[in-house]
């Protein structure tokens, strides 16, 4: 055999037919783009449209143009305007996400190297039709799937489609043969072309090639609204109608009793608008705009906004090992020679010895020059590190050929001839049985090697056997065995687990959050990485093929003791996620390639990643991690859990804020009394004190041990028992504190005034004694900067309502005295402290 071009040299002849460019046009018009399909920006009108069907915001129209109705132009623009700033805030957010989300999106498509007209030229891969001739090289991304014609050496990287972690050989089909394409003959979509050459036919483009099948798997999988928004719909259902209907009743009752159908009307829309909740969604959009904001700047993209207060309540967090536990990047962390193991660790290299260079040496030399491959880039990165400045690094060798990797012989060798040598020199790596095999190893140095090779692959270390041969320049062999191997040693490759891991993995453990492995790799494989990264191996693992075998029942059954899930395949994904949902589990996925997308859009919460993460799974994920840290994965389940902490006190707040509002509404058809609030007066609290508290409340900090506490449960409700009770006890404190103030002032309008005060004064307290429901040796003292600006405006606004006296007559108050002053203070600190009582009592309960 003569000495033949080398492998990185080798060009696939060019192929004797391919596509015009009419044929291809036409196809391309018949078939549309080879490309997937991005969930469309929505329109302004569209988002408009979204946010004014809410309920309450169709009610505060509807309270609007009865302000018209009745010339109260000023009330009606004010509350308008305020409909007007929701919408626009939530506007905002959404184009900002839509935003970030097509910033990940590459800037262009790869391009693809096709036959057109009879030449080969470069197009954009989103113009490849069926029947496109396709080149294909190391390092190019397989833009269609392919049909194989030819092929030379050629491996292909698969992972971002199965999940499984190496290589996978491909061979050329027989044109003869008329039976399908097994999966060996195809090049997939999305697919890294890892070493060789080849040519191929495309037989699939865009929806229809395998990555679009997943793609538009998506599809059937409905979104479901959250437990919070359930019940946020349902509270605003039920309050509106019971509102309505008992402001119907009062105006009726008025009017028939004083005969004033005018007072009676405005006696129940005062009424209505202190039984209403427009709160809730404002509330709820506050918090949730927020939140995604707050995660935004944490390098977390919240695509479904909603999601964020749902991640406080996950359970289980299942996740992919490439890319998500591990980095997705090979490095040679073990050598081994001579019965000697050398771990290359942050050590300096002049301490190591000369032992292990050989081995690294011929394993560097057994590798292509420009490595795609990521065992082969790692291998070079070492050589580079550890062999540098020494004799053991040939930049100066001329390769003069070599035996690349095949179906028969897991193992390639690459020919060198050296400038002050006549011989050459060959280097081969491969399956360490491979190796021993061409070393034509004795049975007790074999079985000495294939015990190494055992514990170091338990360690989920990938291993590569390297050898050497010396041959005098002339004619080559025509196969590897030929040449006179000698064993040289074992190289230990391993995909390191982030730094990031092991830590965020014990606080999820610590928040009572079991976290599940699902992979595509070998057992021995998946086993060990769970050890590294922290995870509960008791239970063992679970393969797919054994997944197969079980029932719903008897999966339902291990999944209770399970975290390890291997040799899993993308429909199997989909099923464990959908079996740990019928358990009552509340699910969150992370996931970076096309085979996570179904089981992340089917998970309560799905988490992508977006560095190395493909646009299939950005679109069905929910959060999509900018920088790829697993440890803002748990940051983002601390801010669900801050979320939906804090909406419970804004939530106890609007109770205890709307009853003294109620009271002072009713009093005066109980009581024979003339109307103490007005409209006015109840847009001043609600346009100014309720929205403003949402802010307070979203700014405190999670409670001190709220993630050393178990999940809640899946079924918790926000307005549960224990936030109900609380906001009636304490909004019936600030009543009795509110009717005192207008009893002791004496008269309609000084009444009004003072009441009006304590009120004001009273929801400040109000605010303060909710900030936080820790014990006070455990609640976490900080300065709430929005609480104070808000406490400042509000103060501000009374001195205006009460001292300016055009203003004064608007809200139908007289001057306030010093002592009616301090009498309001007084009565709002009493409602305070009976605030925190409360809240005391609440908690020891």
């Not at 993209?301 to 909603?306: A, G």
């Not at 820790?774 to 609640?779: C, L």
Request: aromatic content about 6%; hydrophobic content about 50%; overall charge neutral.
């Amino acid at each position: 055999m003569t000495p033949r071009p080398p492998n990185d040299a080798q060009q696939t002849p060019p192929p004797v037919q391919g596509l015009t460019a009419r044929e291809a046009d036409d196809r391309l018009r018949r078939d549309g783009p080879n490309e997937l399909p991005a969930a469309g920006r929505s329109g302004a009108l569209q988002l408009l449209w979204e946010v004014v069907r809410e309920p309450m915001f169709l009610l505060l129209v509807a309270c609007g143009a009865l302000y018209l109705a009745l010339g109260d132009r000023q009330e009606a623009l004010m509350l308008l305007g305020f409909v007007g700033v929701v919408i626009a805030m939530t506007f905002v957010q959404k184009r900002r996400s839509e935003a970030a989300l097509e910033a990940l999106r590459d800037l262009s498509s790869p391009r693809a190297l096709v036959l057109r007209d009879g030449t080969p030229r470069r197009v954009p891969g989103t113009q490849l039709v069926v029947g496109d001739m396709v080149l294909l090289a190391e390092g190019d991304r397989v833009p269609a799937d392919i049909e194989l014609l030819q092929a030379s050496y050629l491996t292909v990287d698969e992972s971002l489609l199965t999940g499984e972690s190496l290589p996978v050989l491909k061979q050329a089909r027989d044109p003869a043969d008329r039976t399908p394409a097994l999966a060996q003959q195809l090049c997939f979509s999305g697919s890294l072309v890892t070493q060789g050459t080849a040519q191929g036919r495309v037989v699939a483009t865009g929806t229809r090639s395998a990555l679009g099948r997943i793609g538009a798997s998506l599809g059937a999988i409905a979104l479901d609204d959250t437990p919070l928004q359930r019940e946020t719909a349902r509270v605003v259902r039920r309050v509106a109608l019971a509102g309505a209907s008992i402001a119907l009743i009062l105006a009726v009752g008025w009017a028939v009793s004083r005969g004033d159908w005018l007072s009676g009307l405005l006696a129940g829309l005062t009424l209505a608008m202190a039984i209403l909740p427009e709160e809730l969604p404002v509330v709820l959009t506050i918090f949730l705009g927020l939140g995604a904001w707050r995660l935004s700047q944490q390098q977390v993209l919240t695509r479904r906004i909603p999601a964020v207060e749902l991640l406080g309540a996950t359970t289980v967090l299942c996740v992919d090992k490439t890319g998500t536990l591990t980095r997705n990047q090979m490095v040679v962390r073990w050598l081994w020679v001579d019965g000697q193991r050398f771990e290359l660790t942050g050590q300096d290299v002049a301490t190591m010895g000369h032992e292990f260079h050989p081995v690294l040496e011929y394993a560097v030399l057994s590798s292509h020059r420009r490595a795609f491959d990521p065992m082969e880039a790692a291998i070079a990165s070492a050589g580079e590190h550890w062999l540098k400045g020494s004799e053991h690094l040939h930049a100066d060798w001329r390769l003069v050929s070599d035996y690349p990797l095949s179906r028969e012989l897991l193992a390639m060798s690459r020919v060198w001839q050296s400038p002050d040598q006549r011989a050459w020199v060959v280097a081969a790596k491969g399956a360490p049985e491979a190796v021993v095999d061409l070393c034509h190893l004795p049975p007790a140095e074999r079985a000495r090697v294939a015990q190494e090779v055992a514990a170091l692959a338990a360690r989920g270390l990938r291993v590569l056997g390297v050898a050497r041969a010396a041959f005098a320049a002339g004619e080559l062999p025509p196969l590897q065995h030929d040449f006179e191997f000698e064993f040289v040693g074992l190289v230990a490759l391993e995909d390191p687990v982030r730094d990031d891991v092991p830590a965020a993995i014990a606080e999820c453990r610590a928040a009572g959050i079991r976290v599940a492995m699902i992979t595509g790799d070998h057992p021995a494989t998946a086993l060990a990485i769970a050890r590294q990264a922290g995870l509960d191996v008791a239970g063992g693992p679970l393969t797919g093929a054994e997944l197969d075998e079980l029932d719903d029942d008897a999966l339902a059954a291990r999944l209770s003791r399970t975290q390890v899930f291997c040799r899993v395949r993308p429909e199997q994904k989909l099923r464990l996620v959908q079996a740990l949902r019928a358990r009552g589990d509340v699910v969150a996925m992370t996931g970076d390639g096309v085979n996570d997308a179904p089981a992340l859009k089917a998970a309560h919460i799905g988490v992508a990643m977006g560095g190395r993460g493909t646009d299939v799974a950005r679109e069905a994920a929910d959060l999509v991690l900018l920088n790829d840290e697993f440890s803002a994965l748990v940051t983002t389940i601390r801010y669900g859990r801050r979320v939906f902490a804090n909406l419970r006190k804004a939530m106890a707040f609007v109770l205890a804020a709307h009853l003294p509002i109620i009271g002072l509404a009713l009093a005066p058809l109980l009581l024979g009394w003339p109307l103490i609030l007005m409209p006015a007066h109840i847009l001043f609290l609600q346009l100014v004190i309720d929205p403003a508290c949402s802010i307070v409340f979203e700014a405190e900090p999670l409670e001190a041990g709220a993630m050393r506490a178990p999940p809640r449960r899946p079924d918790a409700r926000l307005f549960d028992t224990a936030l109900l009770r609380l906001g009636l006890l304490q909004g019936a404190g600030l009543l009795a504190a509110v009717l005192a103030g207008y009893l002791q002032a004496g008269g309609a309008d000084a009444g009004r005034t003072l009441a009006f005060a304590v009120l004001v004064l009273g929801n400040l307290g109000l605010i303060q004694a909710n900030r936080s429901w820790a014990r006070r040796g455990e609640a976490k003292r900080t300065v709430n900067q929005a609480f104070r600006w808000i406490s400042l405006g509000a103060a501000a606004l009374l001195a205006l309502a009460v001292g300016v006296p055009a203003v004064a007559g608007l809200f139908k108050f007289t001057p306030l005295t010093p002592a009616g002053l301090g009498l309001a203070a007084l009565l709002a600190v009493l409602s305070w402290a009976w605030c925190r009582a409360v809240v005391g009592w609440q908690r020891a309960g």
